[in-house]
């Protein structure tokens, strides 16, 4: 069983900036594309950043692209969401999720484990 716990989330103002890390246990980190997804109070969940399962190929949401960068370490189990210049309507819940394959991808329908989500909340 895959297990993914987030950390890093928290109360920051505009303009500012938070590290996410998603943990993940298993031996098999390395054979699978990550993702960033985040879901505000009374919307879907959606995309926001994937990594390929080497990471030398990332996709962002236009709505984070220059702001927000996703990273992983490999020998560490984990990946990494830094986000800068942090924006209001960035609220929201954000999960990780570990895919079905090593390519990276932009719906949900494309992971099959997902963390337990923390929570952002950026002041204006």
């Known amino acids: 069983q895959v297990r993914l716990v987030e950390s890093g989330g928290g109360l920051v103002q505009a303009g500012g900036s938070l590290r996410l890390s998603c943990a993940a246990s298993?031996?098999?980190?390395?054979?699978?594309?990550m993702g960033w997804f985040r879901q505000a109070p009374g919307k879907e969940r959606e995309f926001v950043a994937a990594i390929s399962l080497g990471g030398g190929t990332t996709y962002y949401a236009d709505s984070v692209k220059g702001r927000f960068t996703i990273s992983r370490d490999n020998a560490k189990n984990t990946v990494y969401l830094q986000m800068n210049s942090l924006k209001p309507e960035d609220t929201a819940v954000y999960y990780c999720a570990r895919g079905k394959t090593g390519l990276p991808a932009t719906t949900t329908a494309e992971y099959n484990y997902w963390g337990q989500g923390t929570q952002i909340t950026v002041s204006s």
């Open positions: 298993g031996r098999t980190f390395s054979n699978y594309a």
